[in-house]
């Protein structure tokens, strides 16, 4: 590069105590007009790199400079008056605040003493309209599904006319139509001169929007190359050390009696409206069904019903043929029914207790001595361990604060938990949502070594490739209704993206 | 030179830097407090070694230092019970009146004739659980009607106060000229300990109390599942914790806890029912909890030093004759302090040397 980088990091370190080394010696630039990928592994420092660009996290050691001026930011405040702008990957939205609201916390001209949030919302609309984000700036933001809230925070970076956006795993949460979308809206941000850095886990993504990308392991840059320059699977080995092979190795399973059965359930939502209207479905041992669907179609809501963390209006869940619509949660656990939450900071763990302590959270009576009333935390610290050893969960130790395992790993613990619980009926909400490769594969085996020991899997995902190669029945659920299943082998993708949008298609190999 | 506060990689958690945070709070609060001696022409150094030496050092000052901090420690047991669970109770004050009232009636009735062995735990069983009735009431409340606990366990500390007034006037009112019960049998008065003080073994009762609630909280199933509640009712519930079973329970034990306070101030203390009997020890005790960071020892450590604070307080106003308003600032100095002292485990002050551009 001969021009001065918008945006240059040199010789970065970051320690956390006790002893993780989050960022050891990385240096890297963003050009004007570039779009920067960052790739790595989960725990190897994407987030912690980015978040020291933003000023939420000081470095130890090294230097950034923007416009070839070293700079010093001591809060996220000091990067975007230098235009440096960021979304989390964990959303940081006000939840009670509507999106207008939240577009105008700390930025929102002042008129009189009051934000003008009227003047924000009719602003966002124009700017939502130009980039195709639907978003209805009068909208609660808790009410909005996972996706629409990250729309939000993409809306919030554009209201604040940053030079550099850094994304940390936009897409995680995207349907490949918006993730499309989304592409669309940075490549017209890149021609009009603004730098974009981007993590992302996905190799596809990574080929196909960015100018250049650079790979961390291990807390170290390995390496930088030009996109153009590269490939996916060197890309994979730079990034893991390895050859990665993202391909489920399905075997046929014999499938058995049906084990979780829906029928005609309806749910409501937040608003008290009906969000799953009249669902049935059917889960055999030794199956996986996958639910294909865009998020916000009803499919939180069906999985929390299921679990009994949400009423039911009316229908009938059973489980191996005995009904369960009203019983707690705790109970389901009981009648070997697992559950691994899509949102796994608030739901599926709690980040100020140890990973040992969220090892056992829905098995603390297991964990125990004497009739399951005193905690047996010998037992407990071993589980974790196992844990951490057999999903290669990046963390110092077990009595390591979950709340602060990277995004991936913290994944892999919830997960592991649920399945190390030789669940019979497994209810899965989005397994892979920002897991890196490797761990994908992990992922992925797992589940399939369930279905292998007869277990039925319900796999909620948005990620049309993970049904594919995962499901052996494919429901494609719109506005709370399965409006079509089809056998997952050879299904066709344009069929399902048919009717992920609502259209009904003559239903073909049916099963 | 300026200085600037600075936030830290990461909060100060180690038992030394709290440690050192907490000790520098106090100091700052004497030296503070200490102005506040001159316009009195009295030294703070030898006022502040009066109150140490009298609360700590002498057999009969630390006796009464113990005997105010029992009933400190169960109000604050009662305190991080409830809320490390979740649950904002704030009405340790009734809680403590039920209890006191209770053992008075039990002391009355039945006092004389049964063996002190066989009393005393019936007494605290007795007032435990009508303390636990009177907080389960405000915690079933929250459960069914939804709501918050915090203005309704406040309110209710009226209430209790009301009825002991009412009790102490009308029917427990013994002959003479003071609203008051009669004096308790001889028998079921707590016994002293240490032979010339005034130390019951109230503080045993207290340190039992702490030893058995620490236990819970830290190895049982029942009180992981307390503070999971506590922290996130969210994946409590994920969980398969019966959330609003536990925050009831956690409402029965707190009140439970802060009713001991009771038969212990009226046993120990009083040896009668009065209006105004252990007043204000339901809200100091929260504030010990709330000092000893909710946990267990940091409660006990806490209640102890105050309760010190106290007795070395009114030993340093006999001797220098300083007004009791000035060990009243130094204590809601201390608590400010204390508090704030924990900003500076996340924030450190730094001296920047302005250096020429
Ligand atoms: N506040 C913190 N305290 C201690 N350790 C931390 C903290 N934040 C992150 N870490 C650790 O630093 C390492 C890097 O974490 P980081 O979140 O940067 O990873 P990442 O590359 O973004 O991973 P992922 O792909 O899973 O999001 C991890 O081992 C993590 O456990
Ligand atoms: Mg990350």
Redesign the interface.
């Known amino acids: 590069m001969t021009a001065t980088p918008l945006v240059e990091l040199r010789g970065i370190y970051k320690r956390f105590p006790p002893d993780v080394r989050a960022n050891e010696d990385v240096s890297m630039a963003v050009a004007p007009g570039e779009i920067l990928a960052v790739l790595g592994e989960n725990g190897a420092g994407k987030s912690t790199l980015m978040q020291i660009l933003y000023g939420v996290y000081r470095r130890d050691a090294g230097e950034i400079l923007v416009d070839g001026v070293p700079v010093e930011f001591a809060n996220p405040g000091d990067a975007i008056r230098h235009g440096i702008g960021m979304i989390h990957q964990e959303f940081m939205l006000v939840r009670s605040f509507s999106v207008a609201e939240n577009v105008a916390m700390g930025t929102a001209p002042l008129k009189g003493e009051k934000f003008d949030v009227r003047a924000v919302a009719a602003d966002l609309t124009a700017l939502a309209q130009k980039f195709g984000l639907g978003v209805d700036p009068a909208a609660i933001v808790e009410h909005l599904p996972v996706g629409v809230q990250q729309r939000v925070e993409i809306l919030k970076l554009l209201y604040r006319e940053a030079r550099l956006l850094i994304l940390d795993e936009p897409t995680a949460v995207l349907t490949p139509q918006e993730v499309a979308g989304l592409f669309d809206v940075l490549r017209a941000l890149k021609a009009a001169g603004k730098s974009i850095i981007i993590v992302t886990h996905k190799l596809r993504e990574v080929m196909d929007i960015s100018d250049r990308v650079t790979v961390l392991r291990d807390g170290r840059n390995v390496g930088t190359r030009i996109t153009a320059e590269t490939d996916e699977p060197l890309l994979a080995r730079l990034m893991v050390g390895r050859d990665v092979l993202l391909r489920a190795d399905k075997q046929p399973t014999p499938r058995g009696r049906s084990r979780l059965s829906v029928a005609d359930l309806s749910v409501a939502g937040h608003d008290g409206e009906l969000r799953v209207r009249g669902l049935s479905l059917d889960v055999h041992g030794g199956e996986i069904l996958g639910v294909a669907g865009v998020d916000g179609n009803g499919q939180s809501e069906l999985v929390e019903a299921l679990f009994g963390l949400r009423p039911v209006v009316s229908g009938q869940v059973a489980l191996d043929g005995e009904d369960v619509t009203r019983l707690s949660p705790a109970a389901r656990r009981t009648a070997h029914m697992a559950y691994l939450p899509a949102d796994r900071r608030n739901v599926g763990s709690v980040g100020d207790l140890s990973i040992t302590d969220n090892a056992v959270l829905g098995a603390q009576r297991t964990f125990a001595r004497f009739g399951g009333r005193w905690r047996d935390r010998r037992a407990a610290a071993a589980h974790a361990s196992a844990l951490i050893a057999r999903f290669g969960i990046r963390a110092p130790g077990p009595d390591f604060p979950a709340g602060k395992l990277s995004g991936g790993n913290l994944q892999k613990l919830v997960l592991g938990r649920e399945v190390a619980r030789d669940p019979g009926v497994l209810v899965v909400e989005q397994p892979t949502r920002g897991l890196d490769v490797g761990a994908i594969e992990t992922v992925w085996a797992e589940l399939l070594a369930q279905r292998a020991q007869g277990r039925a899997i319900l796999l909620i995902s948005a990620e049309l490739e993970e049904i594919l190669n995962l499901a052996d029945r494919i429901a494609v659920i719109f506005d709370g209704r399965i409006v079509g299943t089809v056998a997952g082998a050879g299904a066709d993708v344009a069929a399902l993206g048919l009717m992920m949008a609502g259209r009904p298609v003559a239903q073909y190999g049916a099963a | 030179m300026i200085l600037r506060l600075?936030?830290r990689?990461?909060p100060a958690s180690s038992p030394r830097a709290i440690f050192f945070a907490n000790a520098a709070a106090i100091v700052a609060a004497l030296v503070v407090g200490g102005l506040l001696f001159l316009p009195f022409h009295v030294s703070p150094l030898t006022a502040y070694a009066d109150l140490v030496g009298e609360a700590f050092f002498t057999a009969r000052g630390f006796g009464y230092t113990v005997t105010e901090a029992a009933p400190l420690i169960l109000v604050g047991l009662g305190t991080v019970f409830a809320w490390r669970s979740g649950f904002a109770y704030l009405g340790f004050q009734g809680a403590l009146l039920v209890g006191a009232v209770v053992s008075t009636w039990l002391a009355l009735q039945i006092g004389a004739s049964l063996p002190f062995a066989l009393f005393l735990p019936l007494a605290l069983a007795l007032s435990f659980a009508a303390g636990g009735a009177w907080s389960g009431l405000v915690g079933f409340a929250r459960a069914r009607l939804g709501g918050t606990e915090v203005l309704v366990s406040l309110m209710m500390n009226y209430v209790a106060a009301l009825l002991v007034q009412y009790l102490v006037t009308g029917p427990m009112r013994a002959d003479g000229d003071l609203p008051q019960s009669a004096l308790l049998p001889r028998s079921t008065w707590l016994p002293i300990i240490l032979d010339g003080t005034r130390a019951n073994i109230g503080i045993f009762v207290a340190l039992v109390a702490a030893v058995i609630v620490g236990l819970v909280l830290r190895?049982?199933?029942?009180?992981?599942?307390l503070?999971?509640t506590g922290?996130?009712p969210?994946?409590a519930?994920?969980?398969?914790?019966?959330v609003s079973g536990r925050t009831l329970l956690s409402s029965v034990v707190c009140g439970g806890l802060g009713a001991l306070a009771g038969p212990v101030e009226v046993l120990g203390n009083q040896h009668r029912l009065l209006d105004g009997v252990g007043e204000g020890l339901g809200f100091v005790g929260i504030v010990a909890a709330l000092l000893g960071k909710l946990t267990v020892v940091g409660t006990v450590i806490a209640s102890v030093l105050y309760g010190g604070l106290t007795v070395g307080g009114n030993a340093m106003q006999r001797h220098s004759g300083l007004p009791s308003s000035v060990i009243l600032v130094i204590e809601a100095l201390i608590v400010l302090l204390v508090l704030a002292s924990d900003l500076l485990r996340s924030w450190r002050i730094v001296f920047v040397v302005r250096q020429a551009a």
């Not at chain 2, 190895?219 to 599942?225: K, L, N, P, R």
Request: hydrophobic share 45%; no cysteine; net charge neutral.
């Open positions: 600075e936030r990689l990461a190895g049982s199933v029942v009180g992981y599942e503070i999971v922290l996130s969210r994946a519930r994920f969980g398969g914790i019966d």
